[in-house]
């Protein structure tokens, strides 16, 4: 079964841009969340999203945002980007009834 | 809301010793908690993981042991190996996973 994929693996863009971030779930799990990751917040939960909903959402402010599509993929939008946002940003599946939530290899964001 | 601690933040073996991480827990509500391992450059694979009706459980050289009472829980690997150098995070959750608190992260690092 393939894993949990995340597309790009990199980015570069300035601030005042706005990003979209794209995460594919394991076949099968309709659970999405989307984390951020620093060396000095850890890592922090930004939302969750199940069935095309958002079940679940963090403490972040409202440039962040996301998505989930039918076939259960997931995009998260981060618009007039700072330079704070400079982080990793990771997506976990989780399958229907289940506690375990599997990582993909997340998107290196730079803000510069 | 729950909130995670873990110790030690940094943590060195010798190559063939035993490592010990603990996290302890706030949130009685929780009642699944996994370690995961953080790799340079890649997402958090899940190691074990333990559930609130069991105290113990065991995988080749990883094992996870859960206190209730005392809201903490602990990652034992025996025999390290070089390969076991990565990051190692704890988390608690509830309701089938829809509420993942994660820890600050350990730094295990194994000298050969």
């Known amino acids: 079964k393939a894993g949990v994929t995340q597309t790009p693996r990199y980015l570069i863009k300035t601030r005042g841009q706005q990003v979209t971030l794209s995460c594919s779930p394991i076949s099968g799990h309709r659970s999405v969340s989307w984390y951020q990751q620093t060396p000095g917040q850890g890592l922090q939960f930004l939302f969750e999203?199940?069935?095309?909903?958002?079940?679940n959402k963090g403490n972040f402010p409202g440039r962040f945002s996301g998505r989930q599509f039918s076939n259960s993929r997931s995009e998260m939008n981060v618009s007039t980007l700072e330079l704070g946002d400079s982080a990793l940003y990771l997506c976990a599946s989780q399958a229907p009834s289940t506690d375990t939530q599997y990582f993909g290899p997340g998107t290196r964001l730079t803000v510069l | 809301g729950e909130n995670v601690e873990q110790h030690p933040s940094t943590l060195s073996v010798q190559e063939g010793d035993s490592a010990v991480i603990k996290c302890t827990y706030s949130?009685?509500?929780?009642?699944?908690f996994p370690w995961y391992k953080q790799e340079l450059g890649k997402g958090p694979q899940l190691i074990i993981d333990?559930?609130?009706?069991?105290g113990e459980k065991k995988d080749q050289r990883i094992a996870v042991t859960l206190n209730k009472t005392a809201k903490h829980f602990s990652l034992h690997i025996t025999e390290t190996q070089p390969e076991d150098s990565a990051v190692y995070f704890c988390?608690?959750?509830?309701?089938?996973?829809?509420?993942?608190?994660f820890g600050p992260g350990t730094r295990l690092s194994v000298l050969p």
């Open positions: 333990i559930r609130s009706n069991v």
């Open positions: 988390a608690a959750s509830y309701n089938y996973g829809q509420n993942f608190v």
């Open positions: 999203y199940f069935s095309e909903t958002q079940r």
């Open positions: 949130d009685s509500a929780s009642n699944y």
